[in-house]
């Protein structure tokens, strides 16, 4: 599956693209601020009348026109500055309802439970199933950001919240592709949690040759279709629970001859329907409460009314459910950070050493504030994304998504290996919480998508987005002696790498505080932009096998969309004066300080280009490593005689 996607993008960016214009849409003013209410309800109200406050009208649900993506226009150099209102689409009083409808789900997680298995019943007593279910089949029916927000009590326990949000990502393509009589047939069921969902998407060993190895094929006589094969790495239900899996499955268009006609399709197939059978349990690196399993399809005879969307539309389908996957992941991963920096910090505090606390110790303050700094930024970037989702109707987030995944798994890992070195010989013990927090997060950070197939795919797709709106432009840089006035240009223009010049203005929309890290954005946007057409003017469309410039041009928009967040959120909270805000302010600067730092050296490395910033040297050793098969230098004390 994600080699699929990288070589899909490939082959997009690899098409001639027609110069595209740009526009913008404005965006209503007038957003409601949000307060949290102390009073408490009970484990009932929350299974009855939770849902009340969060369901949406018609008109609010339809949102508003979609806006020009914000971290696509970022390679081409455009900023929409009124995305730099951070969006607040649960009003006040819906805000203080969700958090008294949640206490009961807060005070089941606060509890030390996680030291026995959670019980099938609770979850389902709770709700857990049905946050983001519509209501008109009994679910709670809340938004992407309340139904994140609701997941945040579970994501400290990260197995069984791997386990919800697989079930919720098949209820979000269920509700955005199911037909009405699919909705009718799963959806009351999905929200009780007497059936529960999971995705089955990935396989061991993918053939070379076709998609996946899992295929489905169309027999014209019964009209119905049979599916084999096999997935891995599938969440499964608690024992007891029927389960209902997404599978992905290839299927060739009838009267279409070789690789023309393979496509793909989405299949909702019951684990109860003859020839599902389970296989064999994963012994898993990480996630260890989460059981998953092979699932094994052995001629399934399937209807068409178990088809998802359309189809031979399996590609365009999954992007949808892999923008799904990506933003739900993420909570997992910002869950994880938190514990660990609150572990991190009440270690720090309660210890001392030499008569000295770590916590006073600068190298352990700087690492804790870079903790928090990156946490801040992972938790704005989520709930920035999740609120154009809502705001506006269709609005391309696929690059956000993976931004937000992106930059948390990193974060995450860089978080989980500083707490080792800071709690030092303790964290070597089997079973201590370090060792199980450092197993889930290399289980997060390799299960589906690795942090090299993200970093590949959002270089390309910013890169694809770039090429339409730069085509003109770059083919003429591409051919300087027909085109000698925008080489002319070229010259005599003041801007470059090290010192850019911008127009952008940012810092008229957020708190004047701000200013500084503003102008940080806009030089850093300004450098993404340079870097994209020096890479196009290079390379033209050979860059998509410069897969060393791509990651540093994912680096940059990453650090970017944090930066763009962080200031965001920040604004907003001083503004309306909630607690602590003024600490905000000093985040977003730090987060903006050290991104420009960052943006600026992997744009003086692309900059620079292979013989300057040691690329060709690395490529030149690679060969040997490859001819000798590994380590080639003799011992250091051989004599040559």
Partial sequence: MRYHLFSRAVRILNQNHNKC??????????????????????????????????????????????REPLAKNLFVGLTDKELLGYPEVIAREEMASLQNALLPVKNYFAEEQQKQPHSLENLQQLGLYGLNVPTDYDGKGYSWSASLIASEPESSHTSLALGLQSHRIVVDMLRELGTPEQQQKYMSALASGK????????????????????????????????????KAFVVVAPAGARQLFLVLAQTNKTNVPGNMGRELTLFLVDDQQPGVRLGETH???????????????????????????????????????????????SLLGIGLSKRLLNQLTKFSVETTQGGVQIKDLELTRVNLSQAMCSIYAMESMLYLTAGMMDEFRGQDVTLETAITKYYTLQQLYA??????????????????????????????????????????????????????????????????????????????????????????????????TLEAPAQCIEHSVARLHMAVELLFTRHGNAIVERQNELQRLANISTIIYAMWASIARASRSYCIGLPLAD??????????????????????????????????????????????????????????F
């Fill in 195 to 230: 059936l529960i969902a999971s995705d089955a998407i990935f396989e061991y060993t993918p053939p070379e040759d076709d998609l996946f190895g899992t295929q489905a094929v169309y027999d014209l006589d019964k009209k119905t279709w049979l599916l084999s094969g096999e």
């Fill in 415 to 512: 978080i989980s290996s500083q707490n080792l070195s800071l709690l030092g010989p303790a964290s070597l013990h089997s079973g201590q919480p370090a060792e199980l927090v450092l197993r889930d997060t290399a289980q997060l950070c390799t299960q589906g998508e690795s942090l090299t197939t993200l970093s590949m795919f959002i270089a390309l797709t910013g890169l694809q987005h770039a090429g339409k709106c730069m085509n003109e432009g770059v083919g003429k840089l591409r051919n300087p002696l027909f085109n000698p006035g925008q080489i002319f240009s070229k010259f005599l223009s003041t801007a470059s790498v090290e010192n850019p010049k911008t127009n952008m203005q940012l810092a008229e929309h957020v708190h004047p």
């Fill in 21 to 66: 214009g740009t526009f913008l849409l404005a965006r209503s003013a007038g957003s409601k601020a949000a307060t949290n209410s102390s009073s408490s309800v009970n484990a009932q109200q929350w299974a009855e009348d939770s849902h009340a406050p969060e369901e949406a009208s018609a008109a609010e649900q339809q949102g508003l026109p979609a």
């Fill in 283 to 329: 012994a898993t690196f990480g996630c260890r409460e989460a059981v998953m399993r092979r699932i094994h399809f052995d001629q399934v005879q399937l209807s068409t009314q178990q088809i998802l969307g359309q189809a031979y539309e399996g590609n365009r389908h999954s992007e949808q459910l892999v923008r799904f996957s990506r933003l739900r992941s």
């Fill in 583 to 640: 600490h905000e302010m000093l985040t977003a600067t730090a987060i903006c300080s050290q991104g420009r730092d960052d943006v600026l050296r992997l744009a003086m490395e692309i900059h620079n280009g292979n013989y300057m910033n040691n690329d060709n040297n690395l490529l030149r050793l690679s060969k040997q490593v490859a001819k000798s098969k590994g380590y080639f230098a003799v011992h250091p004390l051989t004599f040559n």
